[in-house]
């Protein structure tokens, strides 16, 4: 049966200058090995560093699905030059034209999938057994995600339909692009098909009731940099912000 490896942890971390970014890449062993989501060119170095140390290449990847078509989970596809491209029929056409202030999608995204084989799918698809995507639109018009049957029971690889574990109780993902209501109802949708969850930007967790167990160690993440020129390397402490909210794009309905 297929099984799950987390390559990078997600974050959810941003700062007042810019969104980080950091998603969930997952690697899923299966008939072919498969990587849900591929980060942003940022992580570029680490990504193939971690599958290094998975025994894998690049070139062994055969599948990659994504999400959706925002940067900071799809910069990475070309580093799979033997892999199909697994994305949202809906997702792949709205990426060439997304609403104005959709600033996470770029309009030349299709184009850097011109390399691959693309598999547009849509409602729930069987891509192999034990692995499947279903429509979690809200977070982008055409999120997916994607459900594994693994020896552990069934667990659902979310994206940004449900980016952390707090979406539960707050009732929507972090960040809405397309629609409040479809966000709404994926975050049930998803909640009723597994109660083990990857979240897009957060460790996985199981949901129990109406409580939530994270199943990992909260990773750790180093910030650092040059604040001036009479200083060295500067280490950054990250704490908690009091209350999160969620950010909703205007033109979301």
């Known amino acids: 049966m297929p099984e799950i490896e987390v390559l990078l942890p997600g974050f959810s971390v941003n700062t007042d200058q810019t969104t980080l970014g950091l998603c969930t890449v997952t690697l899923v062993r299966g008939e ?15 990504l193939v560093e971690t599958l290094k140390s998975h025994g894998i ?9 994504l999400t959706h078509a925002h940067w900071d989970h799809s910069q990475n596809t070309d580093l799979f030059p033997n892999a199909e491209i697994v994305i949202s029929k809906q997702e792949l056409e709205y990426s060439r034209n997304p609403r104005a202030n959709d600033y996470a999608t770029a309009k030349y995204f299709a184009d850097t999938l011109s390399p691959h084989t693309v598999v547009e799918v849509s409602g729930e698809t069987e891509l192999e057994k034990g692995i499947g995507t279903f429509d979690t639109p809200g977070h982008t018009a055409g999120h997916q995600s994607v459900v594994v049957e693994t020896s552990s029971g069934l667990v659902c690889l ?4 449900i980016s952390d574990a707090g979406a539960l109780s707050r009732g929507v993902p972090a960040f809405v692009f ?13 909640s009723q ?3 083990v969850i990857y979240p897009g930007h957060d460790r996985p967790f199981r949901i129990d009731g109406d409580k939530t167990e994270y199943l990992t ?3 750790t993440i180093k910030i650092t940099g040059f604040l001036d020129s009479n200083r060295d390397l500067v280490s950054m402490e990250l704490g908690l912000p009091p209350k999160f909210e969620p950010r ?6």
Do not use: Y
């Open 158 to 161: 979310g994206g940004d339909a």
């Open 57 to 65: 290449s690049p070139e062994d990847i055969g599948r990659v699905i």
């Open 248 to 253: 909703i794009n205007p033109d979301a309905v």
């Open 217 to 219: 160690e909260a990773p």
């Open 193 to 195: 098909t597994a109660n």
């Open 178 to 190: 397309w629609s409040v209501e479809q966000a709404q109802a994926s975050l049930k949708k998803i």
């Open 32 to 46: 072919k090995l498969t990587v849900v989501d591929v980060g942003h060119f940022g992580r570029r170095t680490m």
